[in-house]
């Protein structure tokens, strides 16, 4: 006889969606603030609460707010981001997001407690994504410069690092290490090789050169500013609106920008806009 008693969870309601992931930006070019914003709020799970030019502003923000993420750009007018970021940090997880690569900088964000440093130039609109979400959570990203910094940093420390006594104390003899030009590589030369720095804990592919060198593609600041929004994932009226021009005139800008990048879409264009386009030759674009 089946068991006739009723299921006191059918009449529960489903539980409820998870509330999106709230963000500010903070970043002093209006325009890499729009572009950001757009991008993020395209995303379900994702809300852009308030946008600041300044650190001062970021902090008010980030206090009323009350964030999931800050992303913060490094120079900026008044309070910049360098200073804002520990006071920041003690509200919200701090994602650093700026064209500024110096290792001093790198280093001393991480310091002050940044949980992440993207340099612009060295990730596509999927991964910078990925990264505020992962921030929320406590997962650091890196780009390549960022973490060529931190590697160096720790070389330079490794001559002060203290291991205990049983660690670290071996002979070339005793750890099977031969010198250099009998086929292996001695312990002197493997800290001289460089690692793939690109890599995360997302797994992002990297080898890219730190700086896109992007003054062979001989774009007017115009049609960079709108190159740097079609990376970042902007559509045509987006741009527009952005930029207070009309589509067509982006269009225009559009149809220049990809003669001078040798490019047949924006996929194609944004692949060589942030490096991460095979080379076809070893001159590059012509």
């Known amino acids: 006889m089946r068991d006739q008693t009723p299921n006191p969870f059918e009449t529960l309601p489903p539980a409820p969606p998870p509330a999106p992931l709230r963000v500010v930006v903070a970043d002093d070019n209006p325009v890499v603030r729009a572009g950001l914003t757009a991008l993020l709020s395209g995303r379900a799970d994702i809300t852009v609460v308030a946008e600041a030019a300044d650190g001062r502003t970021a902090w008010e923000a980030a206090h009323t707010h009350r964030p999931d993420v800050v992303l913060l750009d490094v120079r900026m007018p008044g309070v910049d981001g360098i200073s804002a970021l520990p006071y920041l940090v003690r509200i919200a997880p701090v994602l650093m997001l ?83 030009g009998t086929g292996l590589t001695s312990a002197e030369h493997l800290s001289q090789l460089q690692p793939d720095v690109g890599q995360s804990s997302s797994g992002w592919t990297g080898g890219r050169p730190a700086a896109v060198d992007r003054s062979r593609f001989q774009l007017s600041t115009r049609e960079a500013e709108i190159m740097d929004l079609i990376a970042s994932g902007m559509t045509n009226q987006q741009i527009a609106a952005t930029c207070f021009i009309s589509e067509k005139t982006v269009k225009n800008h559009i149809n220049r920008i990809f003669a001078k990048l040798h490019s047949t879409s924006r996929a194609e264009a944004a692949a060589k806009w942030l490096g991460t386009a095979p080379d076809p030759s070893p001159r590059g674009l012509r």
């Open 98 to 180: 700026t064209y500024s690569r110096e290792s001093e900088i790198v280093q001393e964000a991480l310091r002050r407690g940044a949980g992440g440093y993207l340099v612009h130039g060295e990730f596509t609109a999927d991964q910078l994504v990925d990264a505020v979400r992962d921030t929320k959570e406590g997962r650091p990203h890196f780009t390549a410069t960022a973490a060529g910094a931190l590697l160096a940093q720790l070389r330079r420390d490794r001559s002060s690092s203290i291991l205990p006594e049983d660690l670290g104390g071996a002979t070339a003899h005793e750890a099977g290490i031969s010198t250099p």
